[in-house]
C-alpha cells in the first residue's frame, strides 16, 4: 500500500528550451516537429505555473498540440519577489509583445496564435485588442473578461482593498490566494482528501492527487501594483468588458477583436464561470468565432481525461485548420 504513495513528481512531459529570460519572465520553445507555419503562443495565468498545461504525458494540452503538428511557444511568468511589488499590467502586455515579435522574426511570420488560460487570457485579450495585426487567431481557455458575477471569488474581489494590501505586504501572496480559491468549496475539499483514502489501491488517482496538489501549492505572489490593478479595474469597474480600460493611454476596444476566436468555458468552473466570457464572446466583431463548452471545472477543462477526449480534439483541429 505504501508504495503507491512513491509518486516520482516530473511536471513538463515535453522537452523545451528556455529561448529567452529578461528578468521575472521568459520564454520556452518546445521541440517538435511543426508542420504548420503559424506559430502557437501560450499566456498562462500569472498567479499559478503553467506547467498545468503540460502536466503529465497522458493529459498535456502541450502535447497534443505539438503531436499535430504545432510549433509551441509558452511564456513563464515566474516567481514575484518583494522587490518585483512595482512591476505592472503593461509589463506582461509589454513582455507578450517582446514574444510575438521574437517568435515572428525566428519563423518568418507576420502573426501567430495566441493561447491564454486564465488571467492569461485576459492579458491575451488585451494584448490582441491593441495590436490586432499580429495576432492571427485568439484562443481562450477559461477567459475572465466581465468581473461583476455572482460567483464567490468576485464577491470576495469586491469587499478587498487591494492597496491596503499591497502597502501592508508589497505583494498578495500565493499562499493567500491559494486559501481564497481553496475556500470556495472547503466541503469538496475536505472530501477529496477522504476520497483518497478510501482509494489508496488505485494508482491512477493517487498519481493524479499528488501532481495536481503539487501544483496547486505552487503559488507564485502577484506583484502589489498588479494586484491593484487586477482588483480595482478589472473586478471593482470592471472596465474591460465596458471598454473603459487603458493601457499606456490607449483604450482597449474589444472591436479590434477581428481574428478567429476559440472560447472555451466550463459549466462548473467556480473561479471563472462562463459568465465571465459569454458577454465578451457575443460582443465581439469577428466573424470567425466558436464556442466550446466542457462539463468540468476550471481545472479539470485541462487535466481531466474526459476533458481530453471530447474537448480537446475539437480545439485542435480548430487550431490546425487555421494555422
Known amino acids: 500500500m505504501i508504495d503507491n504513495f512513491l509518486v516520482e513528481f516530473k511536471p513538463w512531459s515535453c522537452e523545451f528550451e528556455v529561448v529567452h529570460k529578461d528578468w521575472l519572465f521568459s520564454l520556452m520553445h518546445f521541440k517538435g516537429k511543426p508542420k504548420y507555419k503559424t506559430p502557437v503562443l501560450i499566456s498562462y495565468a500569472y498567479i499559478n505555473r503553467p506547467f498545468i498545461m503540460d502536466l ?105 482593498d487591494p492597496v491596503k494590501i499591497s502597502r501592508a505586504l508589497g505583494n498578495m501572496p500565493g499562499e493567500l490566494l491559494n486559501i481564497a480559491f481553496l475556500l470556495v468549496e472547503p466541503v469538496k475539499l475536505g472530501l477529496k482528501y477522504l476520497n483518497i483514502i478510501d482509494n489508496v489501491e488505485n494508482k491512477k488517482l493517487i498519481k493524479d492527487f499528488f501532481y495536481m496538489d503539487h501544483w496547486i501549492f505552487d503559488s507564485p505572489a502577484v506583484p502589489g501594483y498588479v494586484y491593484e490593478e487586477q482588483i480595482s479595474n478589472w473586478y471593482h469597474k470592471n472596465e474591460i468588458i465596458r471598454g473603459e480600460y487603458k493601457l499606456n493611454g490607449k483604450k482597449v476596444d474589444l472591436n479590434n477583436i477581428t481574428m478567429p476566436v476559440l472560447a472555451i468555458v466550463a459549466e462548473k468552473d467556480n473561479l471563472t464561470p462562463p459568465e465571465t466570457t459569454l458577454p465578451f464572446f457575443e460582443k465581439i466583431p469577428s466573424k470567425d468565432k466558436k464556442l466550446l463548452i466542457s462539463d468540468k471545472g476550471h481545472v479539470g477543462l485541462t487535466v481531466s481525461r474526459s476533458s481530453h477526449k471530447k474537448i480537446w480534439p475539437q480545439a485542435v483541429d480548430w487550431i490546425v485548420k487555421r494555422s
Open 56 to 160: 503529465y504525458d497522458e493529459v498535456s494540452v502541450v502535447r497534443k498540440l505539438i503531436n499535430a503538428g504545432l510549433d509551441v511557444w509558452m511564456i513563464d511568468w515566474g516567481y514575484p519577489k518583494r522587490s518585483d511589488k512595482f512591476f505592472k499590467i503593461k509589463d506582461y502586455i509589454d513582455y507578450i509583445d517582446f514574444c510575438v515579435d521574437f517568435i515572428k522574426s525566428q519563423k518568418g511570420v507576420s502573426h501567430i496564435t495566441l493561447h491564454g488560460y486564465c488571467l492569461g487570457a485576459t492579458l491575451s485579450i488585451i494584448y490582441s485588442s491593441l495590436n490586432p495585426e499580429k495576432i492571427k487567431n485568439l484562443v481562450l481557455q477559461a477567459a475572465p473578461v466581465n468581473f461583476h458575477t455572482e460567483n464567490t471569488i468576485t464577491l470576495w474581489a469586491m469587499h478587498i
